[in-house]
């Protein structure tokens, strides 16, 4: 177990971790730079999608309310982490779940989605989660996704949303992709 206290959005914050999860240490760069690229509204409903220790959920619920926040990851020792870290930065009322990406929760009607997804392993999970993450969103919302890989990513948004704006921050992309259909993909 580690612990670290890091500044994001002009929001301190702590987190316990541990070896076992992604970025142990402190909030990897490519979270670090989707966040930079999200402004959250008073009225937004974020799924943070992979949430690990709880990073990105945490941010979004400290600027918009824990209620209007879930967390999910298949792993229950990230799940049981962001679930702690959540009551540590004072928003204990974040809904954190733990589950197979969107499996693991029934919850609808997202204005945005924010993942960093794991791009070093084959592409079932991210393809999974874009195309059910879709179908989650409601109209004008959008799905934030940080990778090192654009091709695949552009490509797979372009065939579920229809396109998506693409920017940089050093080796990463962030890709926003908002719904703008009312029909489900498939």
């Not at 600027?63 to 209007?68: F, N, S």
Request: proline share 4%; hydrophobic share 40%; aromatic share 8%.
């Amino acid at each position: 177990m580690g612990v670290f206290k890091q500044r994001v959005k002009q929001i301190e914050l702590e987190f316990e971790t541990s070896s076992a999860l992604f970025s142990p240490r402190g909030i990897d760069a490519g979270t670090l730079a989707m966040l930079d690229r999200v402004e959250f509204e008073l009225g937004d409903r974020v799924l943070d999608l992979g949430c690990g220790y709880g990073a990105v959920g945490i941010v979004a619920a400290r600027l918009i309310g824990a209620e209007r926040v879930v967390m999910v990851d298949d792993d229950p020792e990230a799940t049981r982490l962001a679930r702690h870290n959540a009551e540590l930065n004072g928003v204990p009322g974040v809904l954190t779940q733990l589950g197979d990406g969107l499996a693991a929760t029934t919850q609808t009607g997202f204005t945005k989605i924010l993942c960093n997804p794991p791009y070093h392993v084959d592409f079932a999970v991210p393809k999974r989660f874009i195309e059910k993450g879709f179908n989650r969103l409601e109209l004008g919302g959008c799905m934030v996704i940080v990778t090192q890989r654009r091709k695949w990513y552009e490509n797979k948004l372009r065939s579920i949303f229809g396109g998506s704006a693409v920017s940089s921050d050093g080796p990463y992309f962030i890709l926003v992709a908002e719904r703008r259909r009312r029909e489900y993909a498939r």
